[in-house]
């Protein structure tokens, strides 16, 4: 069984990347999508026992109207999950307790202060809990995995790219495969070094026969979003550990920040 976990606060932002995930498990056979929600503990020597299991029932009654809204066809595999503590700390145990294939939660931010809020929290999140985590920007509605591409910097390949985890994910979603390099030195023909890199990256996806695009841009987000656009990307593989991209994703002084702008998801992989 396949297992998607869903982190629900019941803001616009989570509720839309709970629609874009059951649509996405939607074509998964033996799927479980889990809503999941993390309330914080209020340390009140008037609270009685009582007051705290009101307040699970509240949390995990909420939870059951958004299963509701989303399974109207009976179709889908939910289940609900509330518990009391730190967000990252709970979620962490729980994806590791329950082996979770994928996170799949929001981004949001309509001012600058938000974009940075928010964006610290997701890469919280990236950072600190060891699983795939897909992040659904704003304005993204799911309308199929078709095409996936991911962006690699060809640095020590082999030893450093999770080939089995990527696997993991490609092998349930089946889409068609592109892998991308943007660097500000490439040229006509591709240099040694790059050849060699390219070779140790065949071996690792060689079976789901990707395209390659080595790509000359001085701005590496430029570069990607316009990749995206012209491909028809429906979705962006990245390593965050390896890769600044992320961190990039957030920085308020970027006029394009593709994680609040774009309706692609960006699907970041523990290394």
Known sequence: MKK??????????????????AGLVQGIADSHLILYHVY????????????EGSRQKVSEGALEEVKKDLNQSGSLFISCVAEEGGFIENLSDYVQGNKIDLIIMGITGSSRIKQVFMGTNTLNVVRNVNCPVM?????????????????????DVARTHPFDAIEK??????????????????????????KVEKRSMEE??????????????????????????SREIDAIITLPKKHSFLS????????????????????????
Do not use: C, W
């Open 135 to 155: 992040i659904i920007p704003p304005q993204a509605h799911f309308k199929g995995l078709k095409k996936v591409v991911f962006t690699s910097d060809f640095k």
């Open 4 to 21: 998607f976990l869903v982190p629900i606060d019941f803001s616009e932002t989570s509720l839309n990347a709970a629609k874009y995930a």
């Open 204 to 229: 690792g996806l060689g079976k789901y026969n990707p395209e390659y695009a080595f790509l000359r841009a001085y701005d590496f987000l430029d570069g990607i979003s316009s990749f995206v656009e």
């Open 169 to 194: 994910l490609l092998d349930m979603f089946h889409p068609k495969l592109e892998v991308l390099n943007v660097d500000e030195e490439h040229y006509v023909e591709l240099s040694e070094e790059y």
């Open 40 to 51: 914080s503990k209020i340390t009140l020597a008037t609270l009685s026992a009582k007051d």
């Open 248 to 271: 990039q994703l957030f920085k308020t002084s970027h006029t394009k920040m593709l994680a609040y702008h774009s309706t692609v998801p960006i699907i970041a992989v523990p290394v």
